[in-house]
Nanobody
Framework: QVSQSDSGGGLVQAGGSLNLTCTYSDFLYGQYCMGWYRQTPGAEREGVAAIYATSGRTYIADSVKGRFTVSRDNSEMTLRLQMNRLKPEDTAIYYC??????????????????WSQGTQVTVSS
């Protein structure tokens, strides 16, 4: 089965934490780059974090640097996004993605990526 699913979103107060998990099928795990995007209504999709499947090199967007970390677990074929010190502006739908083509930051190139269904993260002030 070719799929990936994400979980772990929810409602949290500002300053709180959430841990998002993306579980991949055999086919999609190990794509050259895997990462997280987020999107709010009317806004462009923003790449948040990424990790190279082979080297483990990571990318974290400036908007979340120092608060978010990305990691992978090869045995469970999962990608995680640990989000700490959340702010109301982090409110968005978060999607995990994977692709064999990457942006210069190491994010899955959107037009070539496979996407999860998205999980809502809401941070209240």
């Amino acid at each position: 089965q070719v799929s990936q699913s994400d979980s772990g979103g929810g409602l949290v107060q500002a300053g709180g934490s959430l841990n998002l998990t993306c579980t991949y099928s055999d086919f999609l795990y190990g794509q050259y780059c895997m990462g997280w995007y987020r999107q709010t209504p009317g806004a462009e999709r923003e790449g948040v974090a990424a990790i190279y499947a082979t080297s483990g090199r990571t990318y974290i967007a400036d908007s979340v640097k120092g608060r978010f970390t990305v990691s992978r677990d090869n045995s469970e074929m999962t990608l995680r996004l640990q989000m700490n010190r959340l702010k109301p502006e982090d409110t968005a739908i978060y999607y995990c993605a994977s692709a064999t083509k990457c942006t210069w930051e190491g994010l899955p190139t959107p037009q070539y990526a496979s996407w999860s269904q998205g999980t809502q993260v809401t941070v209240s002030s």
